[in-house]
């Protein structure tokens, strides 16, 4: 299975959880776990793919 | 007296990517790709730059000035801003302004600014060759660039008080206003292997007081280049800041600074927390330490944490409010929002950091960092997690994470595209900005303190601007107004 595929499985299984949750008693501390999933979720589309390359290639000279 | 809090923010932008990746020439790309878009093609004056002018009132023989770069892409913007190369970054120089919240929109002005810049480039780049764009302040190898904040000081408050009263905010400020950072990239803090410190910039200060930006960095800048009349001014230069992503960062790393200063001139440096008794270590541990918790010894023999530092220095500020009004820094419901958002920000960090985590940088970088380790189970030095560092500071919407946090806005969108046009209303970058809009072709040139204008006929013409608070809306409205070319606006300054 591949990142992104675990990654989708992971995501749906989290989706019919926090359904059924959430809407029967949500504490603060769920709300907020369930806030950082999506945002996690949401980070995982966008993130570069290749992250070792991407920081790697990221060089600046000094400024100032 | 206070005087005037005049004050803005230069930040120096990461960049990568562009043909051949040389970032000289992709920083120039970026500037001359907005220069030309515009009526702005204005260049920059360098008279009146002294940047080996030291504020201790000697030259400092064992440190070096920065090099003035006169060849590279630099241009003055309609906001009153100046946009440029600085050694190998596009840097945007937020015009001066008045109120700690007028310098957020105009910080955040930059951004958009920066980000047209970027489109307007790579539609001309091939895709392969995009140019990347980054508000942060070092590449993870040892590489850092500045975020630099400046504020009107009173000559005549003695440098040492300055350095009394300041260091204390500026080695503790980081709990409160870091942009956080994954891991460390300077041998004095590898050698404690860190896995996220509070500040992009801490590991880099070497010193407490000196005239450097980019080697032996001081807390204290001595850069004398007041840019104004230097009998009435000095302009603190302030080197030791992250670039925010947070607007509510950014708002109160500029009230804080300024409310404390203005105290400062107010009432001297005696209510002010003691020094530590070695700030350099200080500034270090303190954004090692992510409990907040740890002490750093201090010249009157009590320990502080970066915490209690910034407690006391909130009492300190909250007491000059309350026994002036600060309207130095700005109006009274603004000074009250500083204050409040200082206070909570400040107690979120201790007590309740998720209740923060949508104003204080280092919170939402840590808690996605975090989340992201523990989902996927990573080492502290995987590169997915550095890479979240990297890109919480991408300033394109497609790939930002910090667009993405839920970071809280204070500045709205019909505000900020205002702000990439018009100048302040109320210092002299409006009639900067003003000069740069009506009359384009007859400026050949402007800084700072002056706008230089060619007739056609006779000598350059410089109009002096020495007192930041002159060349108002109120001042100089009319007069623009009433002067279609530029030889009408001359004649009546002239009378």
């Known amino acids: ?64 | 007296m206070a005087i005037a809090k005049v004050l803005g923010i230069e930040t120096e932008y990461g960049i990568a990517g562009g043909p051949d990746y040389d970032p000289i020439t992709s920083s120039s790309i970026i500037v001359n790709a907005y220069a030309q878009q515009g009526r702005t093609r204005i260049n920059w004056d360098f008279d009146g730059e002294t940047p080996e002018m030291d504020a201790r009132g000697r030259v400092d023989l064992t440190s070096f000035a920065p090099i003035v770069e006169t060849h590279l892409a630099n241009t003055v913007l309609t906001n009153g801003a100046r946009l440029y190369v600085d050694h190998a970054h596009p840097e945007y120089s937020s015009p001066e302004c008045r109120t700690p919240l007028e310098a957020t929109l105009y910080d955040v002005a930059g951004e958009e600014i920066m980000r047209r810049a970027l489109g307007i480039a790579n539609d001309s780049l091939d895709p392969a060759a995009a140019i990347t764009l980054y508000k942060n302040n070092s590449d993870g190898k040892g590489n850092s660039y500045g975020t630099h904040e400046n504020y009107l000081v009173r000559r005549d408050v003695e440098f040492a008080h300055l350095v009394r009263a300041m260091v204390p905010h500026f080695v503790s400020r980081q709990v409160v206003i870091g942009a956080g950072k994954v891991g460390a990239e300077t041998e004095a803090a590898l050698e404690h292997n860190p896995t996220f410190q509070l500040s992009q910039r801490a590991e880099f200060f070497e010193e407490i007081v000196g005239l450097e930006t980019t080697l032996k960095r001081p807390i204290i800048n001595t850069r004398d280049e007041p840019h104004s009349d230097a009998e009435r001014f000095r302009r603190l230069h302030v080197i030791i800041g992250d670039a925010n992503m947070s607007q509510s960062a950014t708002f109160v790393k500029l009230g804080s600074t300024a409310l404390l200063l203005a105290a400062l001139e107010e009432f001297g440096p005696v209510s002010f927390p003691a020094l530590p008794r070695s700030p350099v270590h200080a500034v270090r541990a303190f954004a090692r330490d992510l409990t907040l918790r740890e002490g750093v010894p201090c010249d009157d023999d009590l320990s502080r944490s970066a915490w209690d530092f910034q407690d006391e220095l909130w009492h300190v500020a909250k007491d000059y409010v309350g026994r002036t009004g600060a309207s130095a820094v700005a109006e009274s419901d603004e000074v009250e929002f500083i204050l409040t958002q200082w206070r909570e920000m400040l107690d979120g960090v201790r007590d309740d950091r998720d209740a923060v985590a949508d104003r204080v940088d280092w919170v939402a970088k840590l808690r996605v960092v975090n989340g992201y380790q523990e989902r996927y189970t990573l080492r502290d030095q995987d590169a997915k997690l550095r890479a979240i560092d990297l890109q919480y500071h991408d300033i394109r919407p497609s790939h930002s994470l910090a667009q993405r946090v839920g970071l809280r806005r204070l500045c709205g969108d019909v505000e900020v595209r205002e702000a990439v046009h018009n100048p302040p209303l109320t210092t002299r970058a409006y009639f900067r900005g003003q000069c740069v809009a009506r009359y384009p072709e007859q400026i050949v040139a402007a800084n700072w303190d002056s706008v230089v204008f060619d007739l056609g006929e006779g000598p350059l013409q410089r109009v002096p601007m020495l007192d930041p608070l002159r060349g108002t809306h109120e001042l100089t409205a009319e007069l623009l107004e009433t002067s279609t070319t530029a030889n009408e606006l001359l004649d009546a300054l002239d009378r």
């Open chain 1, 1 to 64: 299975m591949s990142e992104r595929e675990r990654i989708q499985k992971q995501r749906s299984e989290r989706a019919s959880e926090t359904s059924s949750e959430v809407t029967v008693d949500a504490t603060k501390g769920d709300q907020l776990k369930a806030d950082l999933d999506d945002l996690l979720d949401e980070i995982d589309e966008v993130l570069e793919e290749n992250a070792e390359e991407f920081v790697r290639n990221y060089v600046q000279k000094g400024g100032e």
